[in-house]
C-alpha cells in the first residue's frame, strides 16, 4: 500500500470522526430547540453557502477536514435560544452528545469487526508477525504461535508479556508455545537494544481471532469499549503504582496516530483474516479506537473542551452563580492555547521517537 494512499485514507477517517463529534453536538442542540446558526464541513475560511435548514446555515470550507458548529449564544448568555441562556441540563446533553456520538460510532465499528472477522480471545496471546534475524526468529517462531509461558511467568495478556521479557533482559529464557495444539519450548535472549520498531524479542503480539455470532459480537464490542475507558481512567493510578512505565502511557499526537494507524495498514496487507473477509480488520480496530479516544479526551475536565464546560456547568450548578462570560471566555482562550503548545511539543516527540504500532 503506498504511503500517500495510507495517508488519504487517514486523513479522511479522522476527519470523519471529527465530523460526526460536532454533528452529534447538532443534532442534539436542534432536537433541544437551541437555536444553530452555522454548521460547516471543513474549517474555514468560507468556500461557499450550501443552503439553509430550520434557521441552520450549512456550509462548504476550503480545509477539506472534519467539520463545526456553531450554535447561538455560544459565549454570550444574553441571546434568547442561545446554548448558554438554555436550562443547565439541555447545555449537558449537547456538551456530552459529540463524545457520544464518537462512542456510538466506535461501538459500532466493533461490532461489524467482530461479526465479519470474529472476536479475540483476550485470555490468550498469539505471535502475529517474526522480525527478520531476531531472537525469535532464531528460536523458531512463527505466526500463529500462541505463546503461553515466559520463564516463571505464565501469559494471558500483553501486559503479561511485556512483564515477563522485561524481566529477562539479555538473559537465556525458556519460552514456551502451542503450535496446532502441540506444546512446545524454545530458549531465546531478550534484547534490553533491540532495533529501530521491534521490541525485546522481536514479534508482534495479538489475540487469537474466534468466530462470534451477531449477539456474542454486540457483547464483545461492548467489553472492548468498557475495556479501553477502564484502561484509560486507570493511566494515572498505574503510573503511580508503577505498573506501567511513562513510555507506555505516552500521550501521542496526530503523527503518532498515524504511525499506528500505518502499522495497521501493513498488518491488513498480510493478514489471513483481512484477505478471507476482505474488511481492513486492524484500520477498523484502530478506528474505532481513535474515535472512543476522542471521546473520552473531549470529556476531560479541560477547559477549551466539552469536559472543562461541563465543569463549569457543575461550579454553576451548585453554587447556583453562572460564571461571568468574559471570565469563563479567557480560562477557555489560555487553555486552549497551552493545549496547542502541547500538541506541538507532543508531535515533536512523535517524531523523535515514533510510535511502534498497535
Known amino acids: 500500500m503506498s504511503t500517500i494512499w495510507t495517508i488519504l485514507q487517514f486523513v479522511f477517517f479522522f476527519g470523519f470522526l471529527v465530523f460526526i463529534h ?15 446558526e452555522e454548521f460547516g464541513f471543513g474549517y474555514p475560511p468560507r468556500l461557499a453557502k450550501l443552503f439553509t435548514w430550520k434557521g441552520t446555515e450549512f456550509t462548504l470550507n476550503w480545509i477539506p477536514f472534519g467539520g463545526f458548529v456553531r450554535p447561538k449564544g ?17 447545555r449537558f446533553l449537547v456538551l456530552v452528545a459529540g463524545a457520544t456520538m464518537n462512542f456510538i460510532f466506535g461501538i459500532l465499528l466493533l461490532i461489524v469487526m467482530f461479526s465479519v472477522a470474529g472476536g479475540q480471545d483476550t485470555s490468550k496471546v498469539m505471535v502475529a508477525e517474526v522480525a527478520p534475524n531476531s531472537p525469535a526468529q532464531v528460536a523458531g517462531l512463527a505466526s500463529g504461535d500462541v505463546i503461553t509461558r515466559v520463564g516463571d511467568y ?36 531478550p534484547r534490553s537494544d533491540p532495533p529501530e520498531n521491534q521490541g525485546a524479542i522481536g514479534v508482534t503480539i495479538t489475540y487469537p481471532v474466534i468466530s462470534l455470532p451477531f449477539g456474542q459480537s454486540v457483547v464483545q464490542a461492548f467489553e472492548t469499549f468498557w475495556l479501553q475507558v477502564k484502561t484509560t481512567a486507570m493511566i494515572p493510578v498505574n503510573l503511580i503504582r508503577g505498573a506501567i512505565s511513562s513510555e507506555e502511557a505516552r500521550i501521542v499526537g496526530i503523527k503518532g496516530i498515524y504511525d499506528i494507524f500505518n502499522s495497521a495498514a501493513q498488518m491488513d496487507q498480510t493478514s489471513a483474516v483481512t484477505a ?18 476522542i471521546g473520552i479526551t473531549n470529556l476531560l475536565p479541560i477547559p477549551a473542551l466539552d469536559g472543562g464546560q461541563i465543569l463549569f ?46
Open 22 to 36: 460536532e454533528f452529534g453536538h447538532m443534532l442534539v442542540s436542534k432536537a433541544l430547540g437551541i437555536e444553530v
Open 74 to 90: 455560544e459565549t454570550e448568555a444574553g441571546e434568547p435560544g442561545g446554548l448558554l441562556a438554555a436550562p443547565k441540563w439541555k
Open 154 to 189: 505464565d501469559i494471558a495478556s500483553f501486559d503479561d508479556m511485556s512483564t515477563a521479557t522485561n524481566q529477562y533482559l539479555d538473559q537465556t529464557v525458556a519460552l514456551s508455545y502451542l503450535r496446532d495444539g502441540v506444546s512446545q519450548t524454545v530458549d531465546l535472549v
Open 276 to 293: 478471507a473477509s476482505g474488511f481492513p480488520i486492524y484500520r477498523l480496530s484502530i478506528i474505532s479506537m481513535i474515535s472512543i479516544a
Open 313 to 358: 456547568l457543575v461550579i454553576e450548578a451548585i453554587t447556583r452563580k453562572r460564571i461571568p462570560d468574559n471570565v469563563a471566555l479567557m480560562i477557555n482562550n489560555v487553555f486552549f492555547y497551552t493545549l496547542i503548545l502541547l500538541m506541538v511539543f507532543i508531535t515533536i516527540q512523535d517524531f523523535r521517537n515514533p510510535v511502534l504500532g498497535p
